[in-house]
T-cell receptor, first 110, second 115 residues
């Protein structure tokens, strides 16, 4: 079955720094990979999608890279703010099914 | 648009009881799905549907049933609740799995405890 690993359970960084989160997967080559944000007690919210033929995607302070050879996606938040504190999930699909990583909890310290 | 709605928000059951978690979306999405989220396990797919009348099993379907009689509604039934089904349940929808740009919209979740 598909296995998705996110780099660490928790990441603490200083405000203004760049946060980098890692998503590694095995056993399949997805057509695209998604990143979501989840706040405590709430459902995940979609942030970005990157396709297999795209190396990089940007949206405001967010940047996602996708290396299908390494089977890895990196998620960057530049100029981080305390409001960016949340859990970030990566997800990929195989056919009609989606698989999610366990998430990385990010805390941005003022 | 209300988006994806789920009821109830909280539920406590006794072992062996049955219940239905409700999910509805008003975005005319083809694809709907149910996940459970447990600490350290991430979101795991229970069942999904690619359209009215079509459902299929996900990664962890045992103990759950679904039906999709309309595009809008996708209820999840627990047949005989067990403590292992204590979890937070999320319903999600998207236009279509095969669309290139295919974000999933999640409901607020149902926190279920089985005693």
């Amino acid at each position: 079955s598909q296995k998705i690993e996110q780099n660490s359970e928790a990441l603490n960084i200083q405000e203004g720094k760049t946060a980098t989160l890692t998503c590694n997967y095995t056993n399949y080559s997805p057509a695209y990979l998604q990143w979501y944000r989840q706040d405590p007690g709430r459902g995940p919210v979609f942030l970005l999608l990157i396709r297999e033929n795209e190396k990089e995607k940007r949206k405001e302070r967010l940047k996602v890279t996708f290396d299908t050879t390494l089977k890895q996606s990196l998620f960057h938040i530049t100029a981080s703010q305390p409001a960016d504190s949340a859990t970030y999930l990566c997800a990929l699909n195989t056919g009609n099914q989606f698989y999610f990583g366990t998430g990385t909890s990010l805390t941005v310290i003022p | 648009n209300a988006g994806v709605t789920q009821t109830p928000k909280f539920q406590v059951l006794k072992t062996g009881q049955s219940m239905t978690l409700q999910c509805a979306q008003d975005m005319n999405h083809e694809y709907m799905s149910w996940y459970r989220q447990d600490p350290g396990m991430g979101l795991r797919l229970i069942h999904y549907s690619v359209g009215a009348g079509i459902t299929d099993q996900g990664e962890v379907p045992n103990g759950y049933n679904v039906s999709r009689s309309t595009t809008e509604d996708f209820p999840l039934r627990l047949l005989s609740a067990a403590p292992s089904q204590t979890s937070v349940y999320f319903c999600a929808s998207s236009y279509s799995v095969v669309r290139t740009y295919n974000e999933q919209f999640f409901g607020p979740g149902t926190r279920l405890t089985v005693l």
